[in-house]
């Protein structure tokens, strides 16, 4: 089963995106946007700067725990993934968002 990314609406009116691996886990979540177009758009950045292993920021949260975001050629923020208990399995993840977001389909569950 492909990846997919779910557009959604947030309870104070923004939009956002998750990609979703095969088995459903999300392995990416956007920023909030204030307009539908804009998460779309962040969406296709996404799955433009995905395959570019120079676009991920591998970082820790206050806990240690590894984590890592995804960036647009100017270097801002697209997606970031969840806190992984070991670095090997934030590499999983990495691999995951680089297999699943080029070809990935978008499923819009917000209602306008």
Same mark, same amino acid.
């Given at each position: *089963?492909? &990846? =997919? /990314? #779910? $557009?959604? =609406?947030? =309870?104070?009116?923004? /939009? *956002? /995106?998750? !990609?979703?691996? &095969?088995? &459903?886990?999300?392995? !990416?979540? %956007?920023?909030? +946007?204030?307009?539908?177009? %804009?998460? !779309?758009?962040?969406?296709?950045? #996404?799955?433009?700067?995905? @395959?570019?292993?120079?676009? +991920?920021?591998? =970082?820790?949260?206050?806990?240690?725990?590894? /984590?890592? $975001?995804?960036?647009? &050629?100017?270097?801002?923020?697209?997606?970031?993934?969840?806190? +992984?208990?070991?670095? %090997?399995? *934030?590499?999983n993840g990495i691999k995951s968002v680089k297999t699943n977001?080029?070809?990935?389909? @978008?499923?819009? !569950?917000? @209602?306008?």
């Amino acid at each position: *089963m492909a &990846g =997919k /990314f #779910v $557009v959604t =609406k947030t =309870k104070n009116e923004k /939009f *956002m /995106f998750n !990609l979703k691996a &095969g088995n &459903g886990e999300i392995i !990416l979540t %956007s920023e909030q +946007y204030n307009a539908k177009a %804009s998460a !779309l758009n962040g969406i296709e950045s #996404v799955k433009k700067n995905a @395959v570019d292993d120079g676009r +991920y920021e591998r =970082k820790a949260d206050k806990d240690g725990k590894p /984590f890592f $975001v995804l960036k647009a &050629g100017n270097g801002e923020p697209i997606g970031k993934s969840e806190s +992984y208990s070991s670095e %090997s399995a *934030m590499e999983n993840g990495i691999k995951s968002v680089k297999t699943n977001a080029p070809d990935a389909k @978008v499923e819009d !569950l917000t @209602v306008e």
